[in-house]
């Protein structure tokens, strides 16, 4: 049964939901961002769209009204608009049946009552029409005031175990208590073996959104005790120090990742992100942050600025973070918050002009160059160019 009398939120305070009153009047905005209104959270500036009828007809009369970009997803019958700094997610509302337990579901179309009751917990079943009209699903509202989460049905987390993982980011990032039956339902899911039924790519795609979460590292700290494919170790305390050594451009979702699998062979852990479907890059800085431990006492060993680079410059950042946090903190600072930055005044050009010719030389010289200047032997171009020549002669 879905509630229709309850607290009306007022959609104006939604800026993505102002451009949609003359457009959509019969559309209903629902998730995260009507759970997040009701809590009083910063605004969304994205909003999912439910219709009962035809979704895509819908986006297609959204996007000439508001001169957006449109983009259909044929395979589940929905359709993106982005439009006036905003990005609209539309859905025909639906009902969904699992043919097996972890697979995707089958779905038709349905009304909104069943819309709500397909969703995964209960704070994020309620729907408000841009006209004021409210529905949401049972407990929708007393669980929302008691700040905890509940899925609406027994085998939730057997028909879609991806909702462990978004029990976890959810509960961490709104601060929620785990309802306990739900509680009760998911540890029996993740001992059941629940999780093995999801093609990697899901829990991949989950385990990221998971990892860029302001709340990652207790989220990481839950999850990392459950079977995800490979032997997972998270050390909290490890994982704090590490980031607060992280530059703001570095990527704390994968240091965090890395810190729990120190105890993966690489390999096999190179295997697992890429099952996963972690790009070669994130996979790769994944890697070398778990063997942090082999980094550290080369990075501790290090005294000079000069020797200092050259362990880390051929590591991502992050390995460095961690092997700081090891132990190495002295030279990890040093190398992340000053000498990382530091550039010769000269250039291979300067060298060549110099009579220098091209070749493996002109490598050798810069990077002579660039130890004395680490070094604080070379301080100005001069120096520097003086280096070079003499290491390349």
Do not use: C, K
């Not at 082999?294 to 000079?304: C, D, K, M």
């Not at 190495?328 to 002009?353: C, M």
């Amino acid at each position: 049964m879905i509630a229709s009398m309850a607290p009306s939120p007022d959609l104006r305070a939604l800026p993505a939901a102002e451009p949609l009153a003359a457009v959509l009047p019969n559309a209903w905005v629902v998730g995260g961002a009507v759970r997040d209104l009701l809590l009083d959270r910063p605004a969304s500036v994205d909003l999912d769209l439910v219709v009962e009828g035809d979704a895509v007809a819908v986006a297609r009369r959204l996007a000439a009204a508001l001169d957006g970009v449109l983009t259909i997803h044929d395979r589940f019958g929905t359709a993106t608009v982005e439009a006036a700094g905003h990005l609209y997610d539309l859905a025909t509302a639906r009902a969904e049946s699992y043919a097996r337990p972890g697979a995707l579901p089958d779905v038709r179309p349905g009304t909104l009552a069943e819309d709500l009751l397909r969703r995964d917990f209960t704070v994020n079943a309620i729907a408000v029409s841009l006209d004021g009209r409210v529905r949401a699903a049972p407990h929708a509202f007393g669980d929302l005031d008691a700040r905890a989460l509940r899925v609406l049905h027994e085998r939730s987390f057997r028909d879609d175990p991806t909702r462990l993982l978004r029990l976890v980011r959810y509960a961490t990032r709104l601060g929620f208590g785990v309802e306990a039956r739900t509680a009760e339902l998911a540890q029996e899911a993740v001992a059941a073996g629940a999780l093995a039924t999801v093609t990697p790519a899901r829990i991949g795609g989950e385990l990221r959104l998971l990892l860029r979460e302001p709340s990652a590292v207790a989220a990481l700290e839950w999850v990392a005790e459950w079977p995800l494919g490979v032997p997972l170790a998270f050390d909290r305390a490890l994982a704090e120090r590490a980031l607060a050594l992280l530059p703001a451009d570095a990527r704390g979702d994968l240091l965090l990742l890395g810190s729990a699998a120190r105890a993966v062979a690489p390999a096999a852990l190179a295997g697992w992100l890429d099952a996963l479907e972690f790009v070669g890059r994130e996979r790769d800085v994944v890697v070398r942050v778990a063997q942090a431990e082999g980094i550290e006492g080369r990075l501790a060993g290090a005294s000079r600025p000069s020797e200092i680079a050259a362990v880390a410059r051929a590591l991502p950042v992050e390995a460095v973070a961690l092997a700081g946090a090891l132990g190495a903190e002295t030279q990890a600072r040093a190398w992340i918050e000053d000498l990382r930055g530091v550039r010769l005044a000269i250039d291979g050009a300067d060298l060549l002009a110099a009579g220098i010719p091209q070749g493996a030389a002109v490598g050798r010289a810069l990077a002579a160059a660039l130890d004395a200047r680490l070094d604080g032997a070379a301080p100005d171009r001069d120096a520097q160019l003086a280096v070079a020549l003499a290491a390349a002669r």
